[in-house]
Antibody, heavy 119, light 108 residues
């Protein structure tokens, strides 16, 4: 059974940092592109970042470029999102998701982890 | 960046009725890279349709997708009680990935 389990969310002050993790199981993690998608409370889905299967290529939304870094450890079956210089508008539930074909079709999602940026 | 505009914002229908949800792109989108998701309160999104018209694994055949270029449609042929949720379209293009703002399908 495919499982994605996020962790690392919490309350952080503006300007602070946080690292999210997504532990994958039930599939060959190293074969799939992976994404982070966020959802502010009561709002819609917003794509954040993507990494290819071996970690050599990454892509970011303009709103997080230069502040967030996506990475992966295929030996540990884990996806990461390092978030620096956090702002109030980064407050959201952050989901990791698997890309079915590397076409952007996200077929499995984690349950999400809440990040709250507030003083 | 390609902007996806979904309409209507809210759709009020009864179980058994047909639902038609629209997704319009600001520029042409390759059909290979257009997907639809369903999200229920407190849950993660679920992939329904990929490649504009292919149903994901385990998705009932009452869900269908169509369209090309800048206009795409998700149709639910006969609404079941569990279909009332928020639906998002999403595209992947040279400028990245974007989601529509969502259509809330509510019980009338």
């Amino acid at each position: 059974e495919v499982q994605l389990v996020e962790s690392g969310g919490g309350l952080v002050q503006p300007g602070g940092s946080l690292r999210l993790s997504c532990a994958a199981s039930g599939f060959t993690f190293s074969s799939y592109w992976m994404h982070w998608v966020r959802q502010a409370p009561g709002k819609g889905l917003v794509w954040v970042s993507r990494i290819n299967s071996d970690g050599s290529s990454t892509s970011y939304a303009d709103s997080v470029k230069g502040r967030f870094t996506i990475s992966r450890d295929n030996a540990k079956n884990t996806l990461y999102l390092q978030m620096n210089s956090l702002r109030a508008e980064d407050t959201a539930v952050y989901y990791c998701a698997r890309d079915l074909w590397a076409y952007g079709d996200l077929d499995y999602w984690g349950q999400g982890t809440l990040v709250t940026v507030s003083s | 960046e390609i902007v996806l505009t979904q309409s209507p914002g809210t759709l009020s229908l009864s179980p058994g009725e047909r639902a038609t949800l629209s997704c319009r792109a600001s520029q042409s989108v390759s059909s290979s890279y257009l997907a639809w998701y369903q999200q229920k309160p407190g849950q993660a999104p679920r992939l329904l349709i990929y490649g504009a018209s292919s149903r994901a694994t385990g998705i009932p055949d009452r869900f269908s997708g169509s369209g090309s270029g800048t206009d795409f449609t998700l149709t639910i042929s006969r609404l079941e009680p569990e279909d009332f949720a928020v639906y998002y379209c999403q595209q992947y293009g040279s400028s990245g990935y974007t989601f529509g703002q969502g259509t809330k399908l509510e019980i009338k």
